[in-house]
């Protein structure tokens, strides 16, 4: 039952609109959202407006398709290296550019800028999960969800990769349940509380046995 676009149209978040001030990795500052001892790696520099405002137009110009864009994000990422934002940003491009080498080493070193921001290790599961490397992926998004609770996107990442990749039919619906339980919206196409029920029904005609020893 394959998912039309399932784990990039939704879980990638559109380049550039994932990014907002709402998403502690997304937004220009790491520390929005930081819990209380937060390491030592993220920033405790709120940027000035200015900077905000020049961060904001280069993902305006990334969003509209100008091919100055990148270069000019990646000068702004290399001027202000404490940010995640920006290198998030540049790893999503260049795995929209099918660069996924470069976009994991970005992507890796936005998880050392901020080590307590969700999107950054989701994105990290995307590629692994492109890549084949299933187990990898797996851990990448639970440890998205470790660090935001919250975070929709990497329960439906892991409910997919459960599904279609490392079946284990129990875990799927488990994380879709709970992706609408925290207030996750489907893209065009996906009816995911469908998706649920037909899961709830395969499930429920499997011996527990079964369930608990997952695939052979």
């Not at 940027?47 to 305006?60: F, K, V």
């Not at 100055?68 to 990646?74: F, P, S």
């Not at 994991?104 to 800028?113: I, Q």
Request: charge should be negative; charged fraction near 20%.
């Amino acid at each position: 039952m394959l998912r039309p676009g399932s784990t990039d149209a939704l879980l990638r978040m559109a380049l550039l609109l994932a990014v907002s001030a709402v998403s502690a990795c997304g937004s220009l500052s790491p520390t929005v959202r930081a819990p209380v001892g937060a390491p030592s790696g993220a920033t405790q520099d709120v940027p000035s407006p200015e900077l905000q405002a020049r961060y904001a137009t280069l993902l305006n110009r990334l969003q509209s398709g100008d091919p100055t864009a990148i270069t000019e994000l990646a000068q702004f990422s290399a001027e202000n290296p404490e940010l995640a934002g920006p290198l998030l940003n540049l790893g999503l491009a260049r795995a929209q550019d099918g660069d996924e080498l470069a976009a994991k080493a970005l992507l890796e070193r936005a998880s050392t800028v901020c080590s307590h921001c969700g999107p950054v290790w989701n994105e990290l599961g995307v590629l692994n999960r492109q890549q084949g490397r299933f187990a990898d992926a797996e851990q990448a998004y639970l440890r998205a969800i470790e660090l935001e609770p919250g975070y929709a996107a990497a329960y439906y990442n892991l409910a997919v990769l459960y599904e279609l990749y490392i079946p284990r039919p129990d875990l799927a619906l488990e994380n879709y349940e709970r992706f609408l339980q925290v207030g996750g919206t489907a893209g065009e196409g996906q009816d995911v509380e469908k998706w649920a029920a037909d899961l709830r029904r395969r499930v429920s005609a499997t011996p527990k046995s079964a369930r608990a020893e997952g695939p052979s």
